[in-house]
């Protein structure tokens, strides 16, 4: 059974820094592009961040870039996102999967929340 389980989130003011960690198990972890998605309660789904199945390429949303970091770790099964300088539009439910952009892998976990406010 694939298990992805997000944590890390919290509240932060704006300027904060935080850490997500998406705990894989149930498939081959590194044979996949892995990817992080937020979603705001009544809105779609949007795009955070990609990196490939070696850690090598990574791929950022504009509105994250130079402040967020995806990294993986293939031998604990658990991919990263340094999350720095936190905006209040960042406020959301962060999701892990398996895949890129729009095409997922599998089922979605609980997501963790993350919420920026002075």
């Known amino acids: 059974e694939v298990q992805l389980v997000e944590s890390g989130g919290g509240m932060v003011q704006p300027g904060g820094s935080l850490r997500l960690s998406c705990a894989a198990s149930?498939?081959?972890?590194?044979?996949?592009?892995l990817s992080w998605v937020r979603q705001a309660p009544g809105k779609g789904p949007e795009w955070v961040s990609g990196?490939?199945?070696?850690?090598?390429?990574?791929a950022y949303a504009d509105s994250v870039k130079g402040r967020f970091t995806i990294s993986r770790d293939n031998a604990k099964n658990t991919m990263y996102l340094q999350m720095n300088n936190l905006k209040p539009e960042d406020t959301n439910v962060y999701y892990c999967?398996?895949?890129?952009?729009?095409?997922?892998?599998?089922?979605w976990g609980q997501g963790t929340q993350v919420t920026v406010s002075s």
């Open positions: 999967n398996a895949g890129s952009r729009t095409a997922y892998y599998f089922s």
């Open positions: 990196i490939s199945n070696s850690g090598r390429s990574t």
């Open positions: 149930g498939f081959t972890f590194s044979s996949y592009e």
